[in-house]
């Protein structure tokens, strides 16, 4: 896969990820939908070291996640959008917010997580891997 681009709605975030993410999540727990804003969030999960951060230094939000554990979410201190999310169960990990790619058409979701939580207006697809929580790190 070539190059991704992204970054924040007011651009002062700017990022680049090289190589293909290991996981594409929709997320349906209650702080996704509360930080995005939208009945879910999709998220691709990618190692640290594959993403570079170009412009701008993310304001860090550390809170305790449905879970129990601990996550940061990482947004622009300018226009507030969340950019990247990193949990305390996966380090080395950080998953990045499909709004914030420039161009995403090669997203694919390939697994719904905390189906249960999911508003009765979200068409779950159930041709995707479904969890009740968060499965075990790929």
Known sequence: MAKITGGCLCGSIRY???GDPFRIANCHCDDCRKVTGSAYATNLFYKD???TLLQGTPKKFNHTADSG????KEFCGDCGSQVFGTGALRPGVR???VGTIDNADFVKPQVNLFITRALGCTHIDDELANFDGMPPPA
């Open 95 to 97: 998953n990045v917010k």
């Open 16 to 18: 680049e990820i090289e």
């Open 49 to 51: 070291t594959q993403i």
């Open 69 to 72: 554990n601990g996550m940061t």
